[in-house]
């Protein structure tokens, strides 16, 4: 097991379900938070990326997010794609 890939909270990796390999870069001095959105709301939290920080994550296949972003107090929805580097601003 690789421990430098992280799940999202509450979805235990053991699960019997297909995963996407995602990396989040935040290269703001704010966190951001990633949220999952179920049937067109903000559901439940799915990670958080500090300040400065790279992490590699395995989400649900076809997850939709709504990424948080502290400076601007706004949300951006992504339908996450295997494979893809986020980076944000």
Known sequence: MDLSIYY????????DIDFIS??????ENHE???YFVKNKKI???ACIILPFHRRKY????NSLVAIFHHKNKSYNYVKLQDG??????
């Open 22 to 27: 995602v990396n989040f870069i935040n290269n």
């Open 58 to 61: 395995r989400f649900p296949k």
């Open 32 to 34: 951001i938070n990633i």
């Open 84 to 89: 893809w580097t986020y980076i944000y601003p």
């Open 8 to 15: 999202p909270h509450g979805i235990p990796f053991w699960s």
């Open 43 to 45: 559901d439940k939290l």
